[in-house]
């Protein structure tokens, strides 16, 4: 299972910083990473990092966004700079294994000016 925390209202400018949990599962395995989903739109991928610790970010997250995990803690951390309302959304967590999936339950991040 994935717990996601962190999500709320933030002002236009401001750091997101998400962190999802997880457990029942060997984390050291899994690829990792974190989706949004803005109203109206369909599911988007925000960044990612593999077992190996590689980051990958999408145009609209690459040079504010950083992703990590701790493989001990069987956590990891998205944090966000210079928000705006297009990242208004709910935002996922998500742990694959090739054809295994989790995703965490969601949280919603409101950017408000």
């Known amino acids: 299972q994935l717990q996601a925390s962190g999500g709320g209202s933030v002002q236009s400018g401001g750091t997101l910083r998400l962190s999802c949990a997880a457990s029942?599962?060997?984390?050291?395995?899994?690829?990792i990473g974190w989706f949004r989903q803005a109203p109206g739109k369909q599911r988007e991928m925000v960044a990612t990092?593999?077992?190996?610790?590689?980051?990958k970010y999408s145009n609209f997250a690459r040079g504010r966004a950083a992703i990590t995990r701790d493989n001990p803690a069987n956590t990891m951390v998205l944090r966000m700079t210079g928000l705006s309302s297009e990242d208004t959304g709910v935002y996922y967590c998500?742990?694959?294994?090739?054809?295994?999936?989790?995703w965490g339950q969601g949280t919603l991040v409101t950017v408000s000016s």
């Open positions: 029942g599962l060997t984390f050291d395995d899994y690829g």
């Open positions: 998500n742990a694959q294994l090739q054809r295994t999936n989790y």
């Open positions: 990092i593999n077992r190996g610790y590689d980051p």
